[in-house]
């Protein structure tokens, strides 16, 4: 399953992505910036994400029912 994951709040800290990377045990597929922000990036996870620990993280989660990462930028 891709999800894409952004700052519920505007901005996140990158340790904040690895962390949540490495609790996941997801894979990092895509991402995009706007200077030195982070706007979002796409993990492939095994299974679906929480609200609960979305929330502990800071990040907004939108399932990706339809990505394809070979067609990413």
Do not use: C
């Given at each position: 399953?891709y999800?894409?994951?952004?700052?519920?709040?505007g901005r996140?800290?990158l340790?904040?992505?690895?962390?949540?990377?490495?609790?996941?045990n997801a894979?990092?597929?895509?991402?995009?910036t706007?200077?030195?922000?982070?706007?979002?990036?796409?993990?492939e996870v095994e299974?679906?994400?929480?609200k609960?620990?979305?929330e502990?993280?800071?990040?907004?989660?939108?399932?990706?029912?339809?990505y394809?990462?070979?067609k990413?930028?």
């Amino acid at each position: 399953m891709y999800i894409k994951v952004s700052p519920k709040y505007g901005r996140s800290h990158l340790w904040s992505f690895i962390d949540f990377r490495i609790a996941t045990n997801a894979r990092q597929i895509d991402y995009e910036t706007k200077g030195n922000l982070i706007k979002y990036i796409i993990y492939e996870v095994e299974k679906e994400i929480s609200k609960e620990l979305a929330e502990e993280f800071g990040f907004n989660i939108e399932i990706l029912n339809n990505y394809n990462p070979t067609k990413s930028k």
